[in-house]
């Protein structure tokens, strides 16, 4: 089962990603947040507890606090508090250097273009366990 953190400053996006996992049984539980800066204050305050979501999907291009400034924060943290949180970009930009560029972080598992279908969304669930960084549907 799997414990979901969707990072988007677009509530549309939001109301998209919970029809998607709507009925989706590998999914135990999703948050949504529109400031990555929440995400990254509960990931450091909770490295102990091990009370850490199974995936994040983060969007690039938000205005608070950037997509790739979040990835930078975290990786700084210590690896083990994260090593098993695995990160998957979704994002609207079809940039090849948006996708080289997310390559050079370890914590990051895929590169996804929106819109994302229920799918890979499900294998996205489906897969959430020891960090493989196996390649989705259509991952780059």
């Known amino acids: 089962m799997c414990k979901l953190v969707v990072i988007d400053d677009n509530p ?4 998209i990603m919970q029809r ?3 009925n989706n049984y590998n999914c135990q539980q999703a948050t949504y947040t529109f400031d990555g800066s929440l995400v990254l204050d509960y990931l ?3 490295k102990e507890s091990g009370t850490m979501p199974d995936v994040i999907l983060l969007d690039l ?3 608070q606090l950037t997509g790739w400034e979040f990835l930078d924060k975290l990786e700084t943290f210590n690896a083990d508090a994260h090593k098993n949180v695995r990160v998957h970009i979704m994002s609207s930009s079809i940039r090849t ?3 080289f560029q997310s390559k050079k972080y370890a914590c990051v598992n895929s590169f996804m273009t929106k819109p994302l279908s229920r799918d ?6 489906e897969q959430a366990g020891p960090l493989n960084n196996q ?3 259509n991952a780059s």
Do not use: F, K, R, S
């Open 12 to 15: 549309t996006d939001h109301y």
């Open 20 to 22: 998607l996992l709507h």
């Open 44 to 46: 450091e305050e909770n």
């Open 61 to 63: 291009d938000m205005p």
């Open 97 to 99: 250097a948006d996708v």
């Open 120 to 125: 890979l969304v499900n294998q996205v669930c």
């Open 135 to 137: 390649q989705l549907g």
